[in-house]
């Protein structure tokens, strides 16, 4: 299977500063790979897929980029709804695999 | 709206059963591929089965193959993952997902989950 790995674990910034969260695959795929926001207690919410697309509803400042084996998300300036747990998803071939996360927290 | 309510959660011993059941509204259910995605207390996502549009075809993560059965009823709107021979580390809270555009695409719509708990 595909293993994706997100880096850091944990990232601290202050609101309105921007943040730049990464996820790596132990293969390459080219661009099936989506971002999910997940707040406590909620569901996950899809931000972007096919590497770069945003999700219906998706703010601006939340853009994705990356092909292949590397990927980034960048909230460009963050707002206090922004702080939550992101993770990568692989698509490209089953199973499809998530990263372990990464935690937003308030700076 | 669209809307994807699980139920069916609850807790069983060790080599218990259980069946956990999707609801689904807002939209064309048949037309869609659907997941059962898991999260152990904690811990990150793992897709554990889904379901093709059209076809039926179904996918299991390899810790789930044999004990575990995803099947939807198209008349009900319903999705359900059927859960035999239960362990410790099935654990955790189960949603179900609706992929975007079919198999190949990302999860675009998400229930809020049911938790199963399996313990002695």
């Known amino acids: 299977e595909i293993v994706m790995t997100q880096s850091p674990a944990t990232l601290s910034v202050s609101p309105g500063e921007r943040a730049t969260l990464s996820c790596r695959a132990s293969q390459s795929f080219g661009t099936s790979l989506a971002w999910y926001q997940q707040k406590p207690g909620q569901a996950p919410r899809l931000l972007i897929y096919a590497a770069f697309t945003r999700a219906t509803r998706i703010p601006a400042r939340f853009s994705g980029s990356g092909s292949g084996a590397e990927f980034t998300l960048t909230i460009s300036s963050l707002q206090s709804e922004d702080f939550a747990t992101y993770y990568c998803q692989q698509y490209n071939r089953w199973p499809y695999t998530f990263g372990q996360g990464t935690r937003l927290e308030i700076k | 709206d669209v809307m994807l309510l699980e139920s069916g959660g609850g807790w069983v011993q060790p080599g218990g059963s259980l069946r956990v059941s999707c609801i689904v509204s807002g939209f064309t259910f048949g037309n869609y591929a659907m997941a059962w995605v898991r999260q152990a207390p904690g811990r990150g996502l793992e897709c554990v089965s889904a379901i093709t549009n059209g076809y039926d075809d179904t996918l299991y993560t390899e810790s789930v193959k044999g004990r575990f059965t995803i099947s939807r009823d198209i008349s009900k709107n319903t999705l359900f993952l059927q859960m035999n021979s239960l362990r410790v580390e099935d654990t955790g809270l189960y949603y179900c997902?609706?992929?975007?555009?079919?198999?190949?695409?990302?999860?675009?719509?998400w229930g809020q989950g049911t938790m199963v708990t399996v313990s002695s």
């Open positions: 997902a609706k992929i975007r555009l079919g198999m190949g695409d990302a999860f675009d719509l």
